[in-house]
């Protein structure tokens, strides 16, 4: 019979770039996470700010202009600016992204509008104000774009959504390049060229390429290539310029785990699409990739409930409201004691959220020191993608703050909410 291995420290690639350990204190950009704790509160969002320059940088310089932000995996009004300073540009989906990108000095012809169900008056917005590109993704959209332009004459920069058929070996609720999807227009069934023909030949449209985005957390290079592959195939067809392969690249999120970097994604889709014959310009459009391991949730611990023979239960001041991707995905992350970072960790831990939800857990399967003791810092790395993004007031829990930290400093750029923003948009 084996013997239980008992976890050692989280592993260094799971931390941000610029995460220390001294004497047992973890410390990120310089600054003792105990101290930013100290001082902002928990639970805080923690980013290593040069991280984030140094993934923005790698983008451009892999994908070239026109690479964008996928803002949907952090955006505030910090992030919006840091991405456009490192040469990205950034992708919107709602017109409330596109007013944080706006409200950051990001131009429209630096943003890519998506959607599969964009309202007659985003459209128009986006026409009017120059959006770089409108990625076009069902025939009622191309109607809709038809009255905007003769309502106004604008003309829709676009590229159109393919979905290719490529399996990407993800969770189902984030695979999107299959045949079976809401997004985009099928290569199977002929409905793409449809599309592609329809786009080509109306006064509304000056269609540029297309785009594909296959799925989310994606570790298989192959699928990544072959969709590049098929998309090369079909833009060469027609005689369009350009191809967007779209963003999910996976990150690794607990021990075990390895994940491509942004610059061996770029050399795959490069090689799929000089497979294909194409002479096209590759676009992406990152965003996990560029945010998740650059931020860390830090809580403090309010209970350490040992239940003798099943488990012991570590409950948070957070929990489903700062990070629904366990409950939504069935997410796995690692946990620590920022304060104890160099121990092993050889308490096997349920840790859990402070909601009145059973299925409220942050991390279903970690260790932690045996020392563990109410009032603790608990940290959960590799929770800078879709953790503040997705977070709610579920139980009317304000919103925790978002510090970006470099340099020894730290600065807030979201604040904490606070109990009358919960009530301000009630009519009384």
């Given at each position: 019979m084996s013997t239980p291995v008992t976890p050692g420290p989280v592993p260094a690639h799971l931390l941000p770039d610029n995460a220390s350990v001294h004497d047992g204190q973890l410390s990120v950009g310089?600054?003792?996470?105990?101290?930013?704790?100290?001082?902002f509160g928990t639970p805080l969002f923690v980013y290593d700010e040069d991280h984030l320059r140094a993934r923005c940088r790698e983008a451009a310089?892999?994908?070239?202009?026109?690479?964008?932000?996928?803002?949907?995996?952090?955006?505030?009004?910090?992030?919006?600016?840091?991405?456009?300073?490192?040469?990205?540009?950034?992708?919107?989906?709602?017109?409330?992204?596109?007013h944080v990108a706006e409200t950051a000095g990001v131009p429209a012809s630096a943003c890519v509008l998506h959607g599969n169900n964009k309202s007659i008056e985003e459209l128009r917005v986006g026409m009017e104000r120059?959006?770089?590109?409108?990625?076009?993704?069902?025939?009622?959209?191309?109607?809709?774009?038809?009255?905007?332009?003769?309502?106004?004459?604008?003309v829709a920069q676009a590229l159109l959504r393919i979905t290719p058929g490529v399996e990407a070996h993800t969770h189902e609720f984030i695979s999107t390049g299959h045949d079976d999807s809401k997004f985009g227009f099928t290569v199977s069934t002929g409905v793409a060229e449809r599309a592609i023909e329809r786009a080509t030949a109306s006064p509304a449209v000056e269609l540029h390429g297309i785009h594909a985005h296959i799925g989310s957390q994606v570790f298989a290079i192959e699928s990544l290539r072959e969709s590049a592959r098929i998309l090369g195939e079909i833009a060469s067809r027609y005689g369009l310029p350009e191809l967007s392969v779209g963003g999910g690249l996976g990150v690794a999120y607990v021990a075990g785990e390895e994940g491509l970097t942004i610059s061996q994604w770029g050399k795959a889709v490069q090689e799929g699409a000089r497979a294909s014959g194409a002479e096209v310009r590759i676009t992406a459009e990152p965003g996990r990739a560029v945010v998740a391991t650059a931020g860390m949730t830090v809580y403090t611990v309010g209970t350490v409930k040992h239940l003798e023979g099943i488990r012991t239960y570590v409950a948070v001041d957070g929990g489903m409201s700062d990070n629904?991707?366990?409950?939504?995905?069935?997410?796995?992350?690692e946990c620590l004691v920022p304060t104890r970072a160099d121990l092993d960790r050889s308490l096997p831990v349920r840790v859990v959220g402070k909601h009145c939800e059973s299925g409220d857990i942050v991390v279903r399967e970690g260790h932690l020191p045996e020392d563990l003791a109410v009032g603790d810092l608990l940290v959960t790395p590799v929770t800078g993608a879709y953790g503040h993004s997705l977070a709610s007031n579920y139980n009317k829990v304000a919103r925790p703050a978002v510090v970006f930290v470099r340099n020894g400093e730290a600065r807030v750029v979201v604040r904490r909410e606070t109990l009358d923003d919960l009530v301000r948009l009630d009519v009384i």
């Open positions: 310089g600054v003792p996470v105990a101290e930013l704790a100290a001082e310089e892999t994908f070239g202009d026109g690479v964008a932000f996928a803002t949907k995996a952090f955006l505030c009004v910090a992030m919006a600016k840091l991405a456009y300073e490192e040469g990205m540009h950034l992708d919107v989906a709602t017109m409330g992204e596109l120059g959006v770089g590109r409108i990625v076009i993704d069902s025939f009622d959209e191309l109607d809709r774009i038809d009255m905007v332009h003769a309502e106004t004459g604008h629904p991707r366990p409950v939504l995905y069935d997410s796995g992350y």
